[in-house]
T-cell receptor
Framework: RKEVEQDPGPFNVPEGATVAFNCTYS??????FFWYRQDCRKEPKLLMSVYSSGNEDGRFTAQLNRASQYISLLIRDSKLSDSATYLC???????????FGTGTRLTIIP | NAGVTQTPKFRVLKTGQSMTLLCAQD?????MYWYRQDPGMGLRLIHY???????AKGEVPDGYNVSRLKKQNFLLGLESAAPSQTSVYFC????????????????FGPGTRLTVL
């Protein structure tokens, strides 16, 4: 089983719709969680960290469920500029390395 | 601040040739990483460094060597390039969190597209 698993998509969503992605992780010792965004032929960039209590940044909401070992990302009122690949990233406590999922591709359709 | 920079941006090699990819960061970060990204495989860690003068193997280290002689630079070497090393290479850096031994957000360079014929 992969350490971090994501639905690769693609998700094709009309502009203005709400879309949600899930990501599961296998190591219960995982401590830090992130969502990164990667545009086509560009480097990954941090979108947001994921906290135990859940957190929101504008149209983006991230949730963590430790019991079921998954994190989610919700995008409301989607924009054309949200088209990208979204990477789920996990870190174990005391570890210098991050583990990246293979990404979920999202395309927003006008 | 330039953040993380990588040179070159593109390179084409013939099988058996050697080359060095340079990564530089101006954020005074302790940790630096080299990844490769291939379609359907996601980011895979090649080597990393937790400080000047230190290096460690990642998930896919074979065929690569690294050096961290200065804190701000992390070099990735291919001694004898093979077509299987055709990929996009990303360098990243991050800082050490308080309490030690735990990394924070990683910041990535723009990538190097390498083709080995």
């Amino acid at each position: 089983r992969k350490e971090v698993e994501q639905d690769p998509g693609p998700f094709n969503v009309p502009e203005g719709a709400t879309v949600a992605f899930n990501c599961t992780y296998s190591n219960s010792a995982s401590q830090s969680f992130f969502w990164y965004r990667q545009d086509c032929r560009k480097e990954p960039k941090l979108l947001m960290s994921v906290y135990s209590s859940g957190n929101e940044d504008g149209r983006f909401t991230a949730q963590l469920n430790r019991a079921s070992q998954y994190i989610s990302l919700l995008i409301r009122d989607s924009k054309l500029s949200d088209s990208a690949t979204y990477l789920c990233v996990v870190n174990k406590a005391g570890n210098e390395k991050l583990t990246f999922g293979t990404g979920t591709r999202l395309t927003i359709i006008p | 601040n330039a953040g993380v920079t990588q040179t070159p941006k593109f390179r084409v090699l013939k099988t058996g040739q050697s080359m060095t990819l340079l990564c530089a960061q101006d954020m005074n970060h302790e940790y630096m990483y080299w990844y490769r990204q291939d379609p359907g495989m996601g980011l895979r860690l090649i080597h990393y460094s937790v400080g000047e003068g230190t290096t460690a193997k990642g998930e896919v280290p074979d065929g690569y060597n690294v050096s961290r002689l200065k804190k701000q630079n992390f070099l990735l070497g291919l001694e004898s390039a093979a077509p299987s090393q055709t990929s996009v290479y990303f360098c990243a850096s991050s800082d050490r969190l308080a309490g030690g031994g735990k990394t924070d957000t990683q910041y990535f360079g723009p990538g190097t597209r390498l083709t080995v014929l």
